[in-house]
């Protein structure tokens, strides 16, 4: 008998890309929290997604009571909410993997980069929910909307930053599970790179017309 899948809580799941990361999740069989603000708000996002027929079961709860009911914790909020929301789930996610996916994105200069004090919103989470807590950065350089077609790949590879190997290695599997390519690119310091690579995709979205533009590692050699 195979392990049993664990639970995800997506916190920011009603937006776009938690809300397509959790449809990319549920549809390969994981159960999925989501989690918002507003419990009502969760709950009618997870019923809409629920509504599609997917695998895995989906629930709706206000975000520090799915902190506290998720195995893994998925962090999709606007940069303007992290900090609040790290300290609303703090004693929750204690013991627990927290996926940081923030991007220190500062509106309107949005393609311009603009990495916080704190050296990258990854290394703010790490801070913040203190060592008891491991956080791995990914997802950051995901289009939201290449996520929610089931027919459509979405072409593009996952940078994966984190101080623990066996949280990374958790990680991976859900960059797998989503159908993407991920990497383990170093410690949470390094969540740098793909934090400002965000704005130069948004920017080349622009400049170049592109729905989404991603990355791939290249040279790998071939099994």
Known sequence: MSDPKPTLAILGGSGDLGGGLAFRWARAGYPIIIGSRSAEKAEQAAAELAA??????VRGLDNEAAARAGDIVVLTVPFANQAPTLEAIKAAVQGKILVDVTVPLVPPRVGTVQLPAGGS???????????GVRV????QNVAAAHLEDPEHDPDCDVL?????????AAVLALVAAAGMKGWHAGPIANSVVAEAL???LIT????????????RITG????
Do not use: H, W
């Open 204 to 215: 080349l979205n622009r400049r170049y017309k592109i729905p989404g533009a991603g990355f």
């Open 220 to 223: 790998s050699p071939q099994a």
């Open 121 to 131: 919103a990854g290394q703010i989470a790490q801070a913040t929910l203190g060592e």
């Open 198 to 200: 965000t704005s130069v």
């Open 52 to 57: 599609k027929g997917l695998a895995g079961k």
């Open 136 to 139: 791995v950065s990914a997802f």
């Open 160 to 168: 994966v930053c984190g101080n623990d190997a066996d949280a990374c």
